[in-house]
């Protein structure tokens, strides 16, 4: 059963602008094909028994593309958005293999069909062996391919790994050229292995480009459409996102969501940390207002703002909690009465449990269902959030810039909720091809703002 809604009905969100009537089109057309091709289906059936036996030849002309998830739940829904992309442009069914972790945390995204693998299908228990790599990389095909290179991969193979984690080598990186994506188009099963959001890329491919620009007129909110259609939060997680909202954040005039990750506690603990958190939201962003020094008992009312906090440190809730709850709006700042909230008190990450999966959900989506957005840069669970909710964040810097420069800002404000592909193949700078008048299509990216090793997709380009 599909979530009811994906945002509460008094948020005071703007209506982000409508997919475009190409994109609807061609969504209807993959659920359509999805439902055919779907494990519940006969091609499928008839497709996995041939796997099976290793034969060469697909039984029905269903193609697929399978995921598999893993690192952090960030890291999994922007990889995983970006594999249904993947599917939407080349004609493939999208089918996942959740472990234990990811059970029971999403809808079904597909009407009447399900895109789960079934228990049964034991093949996958090859595909994550290291000898499986070995055989049917895509990386490891093109680096050994001795065949005449026009040959088509689906010639001499019916299944095909692909390997676009962070943990990817030179020839795995070959999967972002057009003549790559000639060779893998009719091999019937991909199985792929990501914990990127490696869909910026594909606008460069000008195999793709074309069709992209229909689907997504708006290049800055990508993200965003794709994750609002294919993540409806099981009706568990939804109940538990809804009733936490319902009691603490819906009556607030204005809703902040703070997401603070500590990456390194030893050397640069959460009392380090929170002052330059301080300097963001109250001096710069002005998000929330400064507090006078002392303690006092005057108060003065004025617009109500209920302030998020997902993180790991309990201190960050705790201290921001006291300063509101004890010390008084400082002269000259809007009057406003604030109260913190956390939902889940955890302090470790734990990836592969889940119920952690399931408090990170939450609050993911409560971060998404907020009006102001903070977040730690570089962070794809903070990606995640404000890609949801289509609002541009401000990114925290990195603790060790507070330390170098203290009187730098300690935030700055990204031009659009896109979200960033960090680790992108590096032989290739589209932008800086741009500024040596390269010829072709003008690359609809950026340099990432939290990231400037990465890219991320805009509506112009900007150096």
Not at 10 to 29: A, I, V
Not at 219 to 241: C, D, T
Not at 410 to 418: F, I, K, Q, T, W
Request: proline letters at 7%; glycine letters at 4%.
């Amino acid at each position: 059963m599909r979530s009811s809604a994906s945002s509460p009905p008094n948020s005071n969100h703007q209506k982000p602008p409508p997919l475009s009537p190409y994109l609807l089109s061609r969504l209807r057309d993959y659920e359509h094909r999805h439902k055919r091709c779907d494990p519940l289906s006969e091609p499928f059936q008839r497709d996995s028994r041939e796997l099976d036996r290793k034969n060469a030849d697909s039984a029905s002309d269903c193609r697929y593309i399978v995921f598999t998830p893993f690192a952090g739940m960030g890291n999994r829904m922007l990889a995983l958005s970006s594999a249904f992309l993947y599917a939407l442009l080349t004609d493939r069914v999208l089918l996942v293999d959740f472990d234990p972790s990811m059970r029971g945390l999403f809808c079904e995204p597909f009407h009447n069909s399900t895109w789960l693998l079934p228990q049964e299908f034991t093949f996958m228990d090859r595909v994550k062996s290291r000898e499986f790599k070995e055989v049917f990389s895509l990386g490891n095909l093109l680096k050994n391919q001795n065949q005449n290179q026009n040959q088509k991969l689906a010639d001499v193979t019916s299944l095909l790994q692909l390997d676009l984690s962070t943990e990817y080598n030179d020839y795995d990186k070959l999967f972002y050229r057009d003549e790559t994506q000639e060779l893998v188009k009719n091999v019937p099963w991909l199985v792929l292995k990501s914990n990127q959001y490696f869909l910026p890329y594909l606008f460069l491919l000008p195999c793709f480009r074309t069709e992209l620009d229909q689907l997504f007129p708006d290049k800055e909110i990508v993200f965003h459409h794709l994750a609002r259609y294919l993540f409806n939060p099981s009706n568990q997680a939804w109940g538990r996102i809804t009733r936490f909202y319902d009691a603490y954040l819906a009556r607030a005039e204005q809703r902040i969501g703070l997401q603070i990750r500590v990456l390194d506690p030893e050397n640069y603990p959460p009392s380090f940390i929170l002052p330059h958190i301080l300097r963001c939201i109250q001096d710069e962003s002005r998000i929330l207002p400064r507090l006078q020094r002392n303690e006092a008992t005057t108060s003065r009312i004025g617009t109500s703002k209920a302030v998020f906090i997902a993180s790991l440190f309990t201190e960050f809730y705790s201290e921001l909690k006291d300063m509101y709850w004890t010390r008084p709006i400082a002269d000259g700042e809007e009057t406003a009465s604030v109260a913190v909230y956390r939902a889940s008190h955890e302090r470790n990450q734990e990836s592969y449990s889940n119920s952690h999966n399931m408090n990170a959900l939450v609050d993911i989506y409560l971060l998404s269902m907020c009006d102001f957005l903070v977040t730690t840069q570089v962070s794809t669970f903070g990606y995640v959030a404000f890609g949801l909710a289509g609002v541009s964040p401000w990114f925290l810097k990195d603790p060790r810039d507070y330390e170098r420069n203290p009187s730098e800002p300690a935030c700055h404000r990204a031009v659009s909720p896109e979200p960033c592909f960090q680790f992108h193949p590096t032989d290739y700078d589209p932008i800086a091809a741009l500024h040596r008048g390269a010829a072709g299509p003008a690359p609809v990216i950026m340099y990432c703002e939290d990231a400037i090793w990465g890219f991320k997709l805009a509506n112009m380009m900007s150096f």
